[in-house]
C-alpha cells in the first residue's frame, strides 16, 4: 500500500508541475513570438545596452537620431518612440505588459545613450515616445532659427 501511496504522490506533484509549467510558458509573450512582432524581445537584448556609439549631448542630435532609429529599427522597436505602437489603455492585460515590458527595454536604451546631464532631465518620462519627442523638441536644428527669431 505504501508504495502505490508514493506512487499516486509523485504523479500529483508530476501533474502539478506539468500545470504549472504550461502556464509559464503560455504566458511567456515571448516564448513562441514571431521575431517580427513589436514585442519580441531577443534574449540578447538587454536594459544595459548602449545601442549607438556616440551619446547625444546636445550638438550631435541629427547624427545621434539618425543611428538610433536606425538600431530601433534593426530591433524592431521603432515605432515605441515614432507613436505608431501608442501606450494601450490597459496596461495589465497581456498586450499591455507587453508594451511596458518592452517601452522599459527602449526608455533604458535611450537613457544610456545620451549624455549624463539629459539623462537626468528625461529619467522620469515614463514614455519612450514622449522621450523621444521631448528630446526633438529641444535638440533638433530645425527649431533652432525659430527660436533666435522669438
Not at 497581456?94 to 522599459?104: H, I, K, P, V, Y
Request: hydrophobic residues 45%.
Amino acid at each position: 500500500m505504501k508504495f502505490y501511496f508514493r506512487i499516486f504522490i509523485l504523479f500529483i506533484n508530476s501533474f502539478f508541475l506539468f500545470i504549472f509549467w504550461t502556464m509559464v510558458v503560455n504566458t511567456n509573450p515571448t516564448s513562441e513570438m514571431d521575431s517580427s512582432n513589436p514585442f519580441f524581445l531577443h534574449h540578447g537584448d538587454s536594459p544595459g545596452a548602449m545601442i549607438v556609439s556616440k551619446p547625444l549631448n546636445g550638438e550631435n542630435y541629427n547624427s545621434w537620431k539618425r543611428a538610433m532609429m536606425m538600431a530601433l529599427l534593426a530591433k524592431n522597436k521603432l515605432s515605441f518612440v515614432n507613436g505608431t505602437l501608442p501606450k494601450p489603455s490597459n496596461l495589465y492585460d497581456s498586450q499591455g505588459l507587453a508594451w511596458t515590458r518592452c517601452n522599459n527595454m527602449v526608455l533604458s536604451w535611450l537613457l544610456n545613450s545620451v549624455s549624463t546631464e539629459i539623462a537626468n532631465s528625461i529619467i522620469y518620462i515614463d514614455d519612450a515616445s514622449e522621450i523621444w519627442n521631448d528630446l526633438q523638441d529641444r535638440f533638433s536644428q530645425h527649431k533652432r532659427p525659430r527660436i533666435f527669431q522669438l
